[in-house]
């Protein structure tokens, strides 16, 4: 399956699988991924890359909104083939350092009648992402870091579909990745518009819920979901679409 890319914002380029999104931001001649797909989208990202007339030893950062398959993707190629530095919440490192994930709060039996579900499992293992691919070397950020990364990226920790979940602030720019915290397509369920992810995938969905709260006050005039399109409708209408949707 073919993957697409679509320039979202000034000099940033969706790239998606079809289920998960990845982003690949161009900055001061650099380019930094925030997630890295699946671990097959590797040739999305290189083609991605010579087609803005780059090389993949621009890569500066994978920057990894937290560590689940299909963000860790392609990251520990990423990094042995370019160089890059891999980075995840510190409460994420972990996993993504052995590929062990924790238990999710919901059953998947639960999503057997959704056409959505199995969609996402069948364009999941094709991509090869039905198990995480280990890091070796993974640095961990914290809560309200500002990294060292071309953009001054800003961490936003907001735990709850994994420990280590957080969204990631251009604040130059104004664009708000929100990782698995915020999506606006339900992978199980088929579900369009702000919400957080199913309970099947969420290591704690109350926890979830309440951490939108990390989301409100932050200016971004788009929002950059792992799953589903773009949001511009702004952050605190995000939010509140978000918690009237509730658990799922
Ligand atoms: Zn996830």
């Known amino acids: ?6 320039e979202v914002a000034e000099g940033i380029h969706r790239l998606s699988n079809g289920v998960a999104n990845f982003y690949l931001i161009e900055e001061s001649g650099k380019l930094v991924l925030v997630d890295a797909g699946a671990p097959k989208d590797w040739t999305l990202f290189a083609q991605a890359a010579l087609d803005l007339g780059k090389a993949v030893g621009d890569l500066d950062a994978v920057l990894l909104t937290h560590a689940h398959s299909d963000h860790v993707g392609f990251a520990e190629q990423a990094r042995t083939t370019t160089g890059a530095r891999v980075w995840v919440h510190e409460q994420d490192v972990q996993m993504a350092h052995t590929g062990k994930v924790g238990p ?7 999503y057997l009648l959704h056409g959505a579900f199995w969609r996402t499992a069948l364009v999941l293992s094709m991509r090869g992402a039905i198990k995480i691919i280990p890091v070796r070397e993974v640095s961990g950020f914290s809560d309200g870091e500002v990294l060292d990364v071309p953009g001054s990226p800003r961490v936003v920790h907001a735990p709850g579909h994994t420990d280590g979940s957080a969204a990631i602030l251009l604040e130059d720019r104004a664009v708000l990745f929100t990782g698995d915290v915020l999506c606006t397509h ?29 989301l409100t ?13 773009a949001w ?17």
């Open 1 to 6: 399956m073919a993957g697409h890319v679509t």
């Open 104 to 110: 999710r709060d919901g059953r998947t039996s639960a």
């Open 186 to 214: 339900n992978a199980y369920t088929g579900r369009v518009g702000p919400q957080i992810m199913p309970s099947g995938l969420n290591a704690d969905t109350p926890q979830a819920l309440a951490s939108l709260a990390n």
């Open 217 to 229: 006050g932050i200016k971004a005039d788009v929002l950059l979901p792992g799953h589903g399109e």
């Open 232 to 248: 511009t409708g702004g952050v605190e209408e995000a939010v509140r679409q978000a918690r009237a949707a509730g658990r799922s």
